[in-house]
């Protein structure tokens, strides 16, 4: 059974920083590609970063140069990194992994950017 458990979240001010984790289970996380998303208000879920098991990376227009996103196979866990974060930023992130067509979801970590 897959599991994806995120923790990190939380308040922060305007330029500050957040790390996110996301400590899968259920899955052989240094073959399978792993990703974060992020849905705020009112608004559509959208790709954050995506890190394939060969460490490539790519990421949201919205975040490049400000997100980095990590992963640390011996502990089937990955990361992002977040800097210089903004109010647009806000937002309930969720981590995610593709196995074969089926997305598998976390419970979700919130994030706030105050002004």
């Known amino acids: 059974q897959v599991q994806l458990v995120e923790s990190g979240g939380g308040l922060v001010q305007a330029g500050g920083s957040l790390r996110l984790s996301c400590a899968a289970s259920g899955v052989f996380f240094r073959l399978t590609t792993m990703g974060w998303y992020r849905q705020g208000p009112g608004k559509q879920r959208e790709l954050v970063a995506t890190?394939?098991?060969?460490?490539?990376?790519n990421y949201g227009d919205s975040v490049k140069g400000r997100f980095s996103i990590s992963r640390d196979d011996a502990k089937n866990t990955v990361y992002l990194q977040m800097n210089s974060l903004t109010p647009e930023d806000t937002a309930v992130y969720y981590c995610n992994c593709r196995i074969v067509t089926y997305d598998y979801w976390g419970q979700g970590t919130q994030v706030t950017v105050s002004s």
């Open positions: 890190i394939t098991p060969g460490g490539s990376t």
